[in-house]
């Protein structure tokens, strides 16, 4: 008996890319799409692509997956991010995987990111292998700041092909999500105990810059391995800067 999948995705104002994104998992057996509240195009070009829509409030990446995985009704899941999309090869794989129905908890899949001028081959980006095939189940979702990760319950394979990743449009949205990343990961840090102030942000800094442009290689991405790399600088800066900052300015 045929096993069945669906293709799922969690949005907020995913207008961009997610057209492509919801073509590109058109062999599944049902879309769903579960959105945070947009207030783009985002459910109107879900509906047009034949997903079921589910809007929730976000309550955090944790407790979303648990509510979209409650209302999946089949074996398998592909999940992917509003920005991203599977390549033809991958498609092809995993069509060709889930026929041979193995008795994995899920695959592992590459993800190759876009950023300012080409696909990041280094800088610590690639393979970046992500679990985002698994059977119903077989997979536990947790959370660290704002990333989410999930972790397969039984073994698992690897699919050969991509998954094709625009996470930022411009340089002016990459320093948003900084900023957003920096201060859930300083509350994550300062939950811990962890201490911060300009020694640590400055030695954190430097020690995210070399490891991005040296020990992984940024210096081969050209320009854009240079300015990720101050990026991630920037980050992590920014991160042992705000644990200290537990009134905001103005308001002591």
């Not at 579960?34 to 783009?40: A, C, M, P």
């Not at 109107?44 to 979303?64: F, L, S, T």
């Not at 920005?83 to 994995?104: C, H, N």
């Not at 993800?111 to 059977?135: A, E, Q």
Request: net charge neutral; proline share 3%.
């Amino acid at each position: 008996m045929r096993e069945t999948v669906t293709g799922l995705v969690l949005t907020l104002n995913g207008e961009r890319l997610l057209e492509k994104c919801l073509t590109s998992l058109d062999f599944c057996d049902e879309l769903l799409v579960v959105d945070s509240g947009s207030s783009d195009r985002t459910r109107e070009i879900a509906e047009a692509c034949g997903a079921r829509i589910i809007v929730n409030p976000w309550p955090g990446p944790v407790a979303q997956f648990a509510l979209a995985l409650a209302q999946v009704r089949t074996d398998w899941v592909v999940s992917l991010d509003q920005d991203e999309y599977l390549t033809d090869e991958l498609r092809q794989t995993i069509v060709a995987r889930l026929a041979m129905q193995e008795q994995v908890a899920g695959y592992y899949v590459s993800r190759s990111s876009f950023y300012f001028n080409r696909f990041m081959k280094h800088s610590g980006w690639y393979p970046d292998l992500l679990l985002r095939v698994f059977r119903l189940g077989r997979m536990e979702v947790s959370a660290s700041g704002a990333h989410y990760h999930f972790t397969p319950q039984g073994e698992t394979g690897r699919l050969a092909g991509d998954i094709h990743h625009y996470p930022y449009e411009s340089f002016r949205q990459h320093m948003d999500k900084i900023n957003y990343y920096a201060e859930e990961g300083a509350k994550a840090l300062r939950e811990k105990g962890r201490r911060g102030g300009p020694a640590a942000a400055l030695l954190h800094g430097a020690g995210r810059f070399l490891k991005l442009y040296l020990l992984k290689l940024g210096l081969l991405d050209g320009k854009a391995g240079f300015y990720n790399a101050m990026a991630g600088f920037y980050y992590a800066f920014q991160k042992y800067v705000r644990i200290e900052e537990t009134n905001k300015w103005g308001n002591n």
